[in-house]
């Protein structure tokens, strides 16, 4: 993880057609914090994530991360900035199914940091989320919480700047749950920036703090 930046919104909204999701957003959020992005269903918690995440546009105002204006970055940089910079947690968990759990872990790095290092800390990142030895295993033969918990290691080992949850909890039991909140927490510790759109309460509550989307 490298230079420390700010996310900034600054009065962004996002509309489809006549319907107002948000408007004129503005927070910001500081290297170490843990942000919980809460509302009701259909609020547009998920599409403020890939607003930031440059997977769809906003309607107007800026993302800025340090001096970088996100919202006029074009389609080279944009893809430079989610391979580089982000780490996605969905609550799909968004795994090759066929393939294995180091293999998946591999495919979300940039490059390679030499076959044993990356070994080592594939072992270890699986370890941490309670997978230890589970590298050559299949993800279709994985259970649903042990599927997010090796999309969690791929965010370990990529060890990304900023971290997008979406609803990263929400099919699991509540052991599950803490070590996604444990590893998030960790992630921020480490000087990283997270977000997390949840219905959870007690997630939302483990969180730094909340913004909330309440629709116009
Ligand atoms: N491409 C699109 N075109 C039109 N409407 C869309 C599009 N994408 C999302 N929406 C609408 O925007 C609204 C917000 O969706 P979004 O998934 O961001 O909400 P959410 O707060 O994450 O909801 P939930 O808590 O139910 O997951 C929804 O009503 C959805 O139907």
């Not at 918690?45 to 800026?62: F, H, M, Q, V, Y």
């Not at 389609?75 to 998946?104: E, K, T, W």
């Not at 080592?120 to 918990?149: C, H, I, K, M, N």
Request: glycine residues 10%; contains cysteine.
């Amino acid at each position: 993880m490298t230079s420390p930046a700010s996310l900034t919104l600054h009065d962004l909204s996002k509309r489809y057609g006549e319907r107002v999701l948000w408007h004129q957003l503005s927070a910001e959020v500081v290297p170490g914090e843990l942000v919980a992005v809460t509302g009701p269903s259909g609020s547009g918690k998920s599409t403020l994530l890939n607003a930031i995440g440059l997977l769809e546009p906003a309607s107007s105002g800026r993302i800025t991360v340090g001096e970088d204006d996100l919202t006029r970055f074009g389609p080279g940089r944009a893809r430079r900035f989610r391979r580089d910079v982000l780490g996605y947690l969905f609550q799909n968990f968004a795994l090759v199914g066929s393939a294995s759990a180091a293999a998946n872990i591999r495919l979300g790095l940039v490059r390679s940091p030499g076959r044993k290092v990356l070994a080592a800390r594939t072992a270890a990142a699986l370890d941490r989320v309670g997978l230890g030895g589970r590298e050559r295993t299949p993800v279709y033969q994985l259970s649903g919480g042990e599927q997010q918990r090796v999309a969690l290691a791929r965010l370990i080992v990529k060890d990304p700047r900023i971290i997008l949850a979406d609803e990263p909890t929400a099919s699991l039991d509540a052991g599950n749950e803490r070590i996604v909140l444990d590893v998030l927490r960790e992630r921020a510790a480490a000087g990283g920036i997270v977000l997390i759109a949840t219905h959870s309460t007690a997630l939302a509550a483990a969180c730094d703090r909340t913004l909330v989307l309440t629709p116009p």
